[in-house]
């Protein structure tokens, strides 16, 4: 079978963490540390903070912006759940936009008129924005937007490590950035994240409320000033990160020269839409759009007998039964979101495939589109 996606994780890798695994040193320790100060490096980031999960970092944007109760945090409405999950556990509101064809990302003209006619009890306070499957959204527009209405802007960049905009890595842009390291991201950890501040009282606040509240004093003791959260890395974890990280550029440039492939191969199908061809765009996913005569389930049944996982690429959000239920949205209140959640066929990209197996692919998905 080729897959979707397929973390590799090396002999080097697997030894470095038995090491660490040996050595009884297992949480807060210097690895850790050093995963913060590479991804620094690489980002050219000033605050970096590694944590358990994507969804852990989101979390602890709001929390450490103080967005909560009464507050309204405007999200794309295409992308994975986990976005707008945090906004709710919050106790915040999530407002929702459409997002554009090509890029799946939000669309700035509709957010500035959803910021515009917002009449909502709640108070509008922040943007979510969504680099998603790894292209980069309009920054600079949105930026200004954001700078126009007083609202903080955070980057859920969970797909987008190594991503560009304007010449400058996403996740650092706006007041925070979040990424993931789950598997079917560009790096690995098993699980994990990490968390980018726009200034070092953000930072501190941030590495606070990680790490259960917990203040560490003067004269060595602990105080708990806050109530926080275990949201911590592991050093195993570190060690796999910082090794990753190492062959990351090389993967990165692999994913782009296999796109390349799909499309040379998939330009002229006519019953399905690539996706834009942005700069800067670092690739995690490959989501066509299949022509709404195509049914999904079928496509992905047809392409397993024939060796390749395909998958859905993201979810829109209205749709999902929690959200659908509690703000009553319309079915197509966000056309594109339905249409990519519908119609969307995430087709295997990760550096382990060949040349020969995308051509495969390719050649395999014009048959059953036939």
Request: glycine share 8%.
């Amino acid at each position: 079978m080729i897959r979707l996606t397929q973390p590799y994780i090396s002999s080097d890798e697997i030894h470095a963490m038995t090491e660490v695994l040996q050595s009884g040193m297992l949480v807060q320790g210097r690895r850790v540390q050093e995963f913060e100060q590479n991804l620094a490096t690489y980002m050219q980031a000033n605050y970096v903070s590694v944590v358990s999960s994507g969804t852990a970092a989101l979390h602890l944007a709001l929390a450490a912006l103080e967005l909560g109760q009464g507050d309204a945090i405007i999200a794309p409405s295409f992308t994975f759940p986990a976005t707008v999950n945090v906004v709710e556990l919050q106790g915040a509101r999530p407002v929702l936009v459409d997002v554009t064809s090509g890029s799946f990302n939000i669309d700035p003209k509709q957010l500035k008129d959803t910021i515009k006619t917002w009449t909502g009890p709640e108070k509008l306070k922040a943007i979510i924005v969504v680099h998603e499957f790894g292209a980069p959204a309009d920054m600079e527009i949105i930026m200004n937007i954001a700078k126009e209405h007083d609202l903080y802007v955070i980057e859920d960049a969970a797909c987008a490590l190594g991503t560009i905009s304007n010449g400058k890595h996403v996740g650092c842009l706006g007041d925070i950035g979040c990424f993931s390291w789950h598997p079917r991201k560009s790096i690995t950890t098993g699980e994990g994240g990490a968390i980018v501040a726009k200034s070092e009282s953000l930072h501190q606040k941030i590495n606070i409320l990680r790490n259960h509240g917990i203040q560490r004093l003067e004269d060595g003791s602990i105080d708990f000033i806050v109530p926080g959260f275990n949201y911590r890395l592991t050093e195993f974890q570190a060690v796999l990160g910082n090794l990753q990280l190492q062959r990351f550029q090389y993967n990165l440039e692999r994913r782009k020269q296999l796109v390349k492939v799909y499309k040379r191969e998939l330009e002229s199908v006519e019953d399905i839409s690539l996706p834009e061809m942005i700069d800067g765009h670092s690739w995690q996913t490959f989501m066509i759009v299949l022509n709404s005569k195509h049914e999904r389930a079928k496509v992905i049944k047809c392409l397993a007998e024939k060796g390749i996982e395909a998958n859905l690429g993201a979810q829109a959000i209205h749709m999902m039964s929690y959200y659908k239920d509690k703000y009553h949205f319309g079915l197509n209140q966000f056309p594109n979101a339905k249409l990519f959640y519908e119609k969307g066929l995430a087709l295997p990209l990760h550096p382990l495939l060949t040349e020969e197996e995308i051509t495969y692919i390719s050649h395999t998905l014009r048959e059953v589109l036939r």
